[in-house]
């Protein structure tokens, strides 16, 4: 009897101890999980979510500020931000306890990137396997030279529309406890926005824009068109397309034999994708985004055909008519050229135009609309987002569109 007992006893201690562990285990496994949130590729990391929980600050010597200061005078009195690789200066990026080291300058083309007291920072890892928000490098800038939260708005609509477009947040940033406030985080062009997008690892590039640039400073700009046809192609995932040289290179002349009507859009784009990606920009209100030189361009290796990249849609500069009716530049013409192109952007645009779409859209996202209002009135006490501006383009997309058929 008292053996039973005493077997009894240790069977009991035995369920105990082995409940605890498994209590601790999934605790830690937890505990784990919970970290990894905070974390993204590589332990030290930044992830998203603690940045917009802690907010960033880049620490920069006195040196290297003064640098960052005397670029900034220099392109406020040209009004254009010359930029290049000698620029970067060394900083460290501190998010909670965690302090990353990078390399950051000054971004931007047109001065409203540095204007006031929020200004714009291309920001590099310096460190091997640390990165921010899953990226090597990232882009900070001030709310208002992305149109406050219409950028954002852009970003979530290309999604929808399952169009590559870049991780775009709000924070709060400093540099050298200065320049304070709420700031956007916008994601680069890498293999890392490719997998968040669903894409098989494949080239990205853009057309050199630094002659358009230099003419637009000297003004001597007359003619885009032969900027465009001799213009380099940038590779911008640069160490992946070096691995790949076969399909990069494929990738290249096929985007520089269209440039020179060697090649009919049909031979190099998705034309689907490209088509909404159109509508969403008619949708937001401007061209901008859709200019050559704003263009980024990824190389697909399973269709073998090229989408776009979306990325700065300035919807403060708004359109008074539909971009691609009303003789948009020379890239899109071979496209619209294109009878089942052309149909099925219409057909997408209508698709967009119609109410009851931007109705669904801000169902889903207006409680993170007004938080990130909340947010951005920090700095700018009037700002408020307006519904209208949607309604409005919608509108005015409808005038022109209804009388076509798709």
């Given at each position: 009897?008292?053996?039973?007992?005493?077997?009894?006893?240790?069977?009991?201690?035995?369920?105990?101890?082995?409940?605890?562990?498994?209590?601790?285990?999934?605790?830690?496994?937890?505990?784990?999980?919970?970290?990894?949130?905070?974390?993204?590729?590589?332990?030290?990391?930044?992830?998203?979510?603690?940045?917009?929980?802690?907010?960033?600050?880049?620490?920069?010597?006195?040196?290297?500020?003064?640098?960052?200061?005397?670029?900034?005078?220099?392109?406020?009195?040209?009004?254009?931000?010359?930029?290049?690789?000698?620029?970067?200066?060394?900083?460290?990026?501190?998010?909670?306890?965690?302090?990353?080291?990078?390399?950051?300058?000054?971004?931007?083309?047109?001065?409203?990137?540095?204007?006031?007291?929020?200004?714009?920072?291309?920001?590099?890892?310096?460190?091997k396997k640390k990165y921010?928000?899953?990226?090597?490098?990232?882009?900070?800038?001030?709310?208002?030279?992305?149109?406050?939260?219409?950028?954002?708005?852009?970003?979530?609509?290309?999604?929808?529309?399952?169009?590559?477009?870049?991780?775009?947040?709000?924070?709060?940033?400093?540099?050298?406890?200065?320049?304070?406030?709420?700031?956007?985080?916008?994601?680069?062009?890498?293999?890392?926005?490719?997998?968040?997008?669903?894409?098989?690892?494949?080239?990205?590039?853009?057309?050199?824009?630094?002659?358009?640039?230099?003419?637009?400073?000297?003004?001597?700009?007359?003619?885009?068109?032969?900027?465009?046809?001799?213009?380099?192609?940038?590779?911008?995932?640069?160490?992946?397309?070096?691995?790949?040289?076969?399909?990069?290179?494929?990738?290249?002349?096929?985007?520089?034999?269209?440039?020179?009507?060697?090649?009919d859009a049909k031979e190099?784009?998705?034309?689907?994708?490209?088509?909404?990606?159109?509508?969403?920009?008619?949708?937001?209100?401007?061209?901008?985004?859709?200019?050559?030189?704003?263009?980024?361009?990824?190389?697909?290796?399973?269709?073998?055909?090229?989408?776009?990249?979306?990325?700065?849609?300035?919807?403060?500069?708004?359109?008074?008519?539909?971009?691609?009716?009303?003789?948009?530049?020379?890239?899109?013409?071979?496209?619209?050229?294109?009878?089942?192109?052309?149909?099925?952007?219409?057909?997408?645009?209508?698709?967009?135009?119609?109410?009851?779409?931007?109705?669904?859209?801000?169902?889903?996202?207006?409680?993170?609309?007004?938080?990130?209002?909340?947010?951005?009135?920090?700095?700018?006490?009037?700002?408020?987002?307006?519904?209208?501006?949607?309604?409005?383009?919608?509108?005015?997309?409808?005038?022109?569109?209804?009388?076509?058929?798709?």
């Open positions: 009897m008292n053996y039973n007992k005493y077997n009894i006893l240790i069977f009991v201690s035995l369920v105990l101890i082995s409940g605890f562990s498994c209590t601790q285990v999934a605790q830690n496994k937890s505990d784990k999980s919970e970290k990894n949130t905070k974390l993204t590729r590589g332990d030290g990391s930044f992830s998203l979510d603690s940045l917009v929980k802690y907010g960033l600050h880049l620490s920069l010597p006195d040196s290297s500020f003064e640098r960052i200061k005397e670029k900034r005078n220099e392109a406020l009195v040209k009004e254009i931000l010359f930029k290049s690789k000698s620029d970067y200066v060394d900083g460290k990026l501190y998010c909670n306890d965690k302090e990353i080291k990078v390399k950051a300058r000054l971004k931007g083309d047109n001065i409203d990137h540095l204007k006031g007291s929020f200004w714009s920072f291309r920001i590099k890892c310096n460190e921010i928000i899953g990226h090597n490098k990232i882009s900070i800038q001030g709310v208002e030279t992305r149109a406050f939260l219409k950028e954002w708005v852009f970003h979530k609509l290309l999604e929808r529309e399952d169009v590559i477009g870049l991780q775009y947040d709000f924070l709060n940033f400093c540099v050298n406890d200065t320049l304070c406030g709420t700031y956007a985080i916008e994601s680069h062009f890498d293999n890392y926005l490719l997998q968040l997008s669903k894409r098989p690892n494949g080239p990205i590039f853009k057309i050199d824009e630094s002659g358009f640039w230099e003419q637009t400073y000297e003004k001597t700009l007359k003619n885009q068109d032969s900027i465009l046809r001799n213009s380099k192609i940038l590779i911008c995932n640069k160490k992946w397309s070096k691995e790949n040289q076969e399909i990069t290179t494929k990738a290249v002349n096929l985007l520089t034999d269209y440039l020179n009507g060697r090649k190099v784009f998705n034309l689907p994708v490209w088509a909404r990606f159109i509508a969403v920009s008619e949708l937001m209100g401007s061209p901008h985004n859709l200019r050559w030189h704003n263009l980024r361009f990824y190389f697909n290796p399973e269709s073998q055909k090229m989408e776009p990249i979306g990325f700065d849609n300035g919807t403060w500069l708004e359109s008074k008519n539909v971009y691609f009716l009303n003789n948009p530049e020379t890239f899109y013409k071979n496209m619209l050229s294109d009878t089942n192109f052309k149909t099925l952007l219409i057909k997408d645009a209508k698709r967009l135009a119609e109410s009851s779409y931007m109705e669904a859209f801000f169902d889903e996202y207006w409680v993170e609309i007004k938080n990130y209002q909340a947010l951005i009135r920090k700095n700018y006490p009037k700002y408020t987002f307006w519904k209208e501006h949607f309604q409005k383009s919608q509108k005015r997309m409808r005038v022109e569109l209804d009388p076509l058929k798709p």
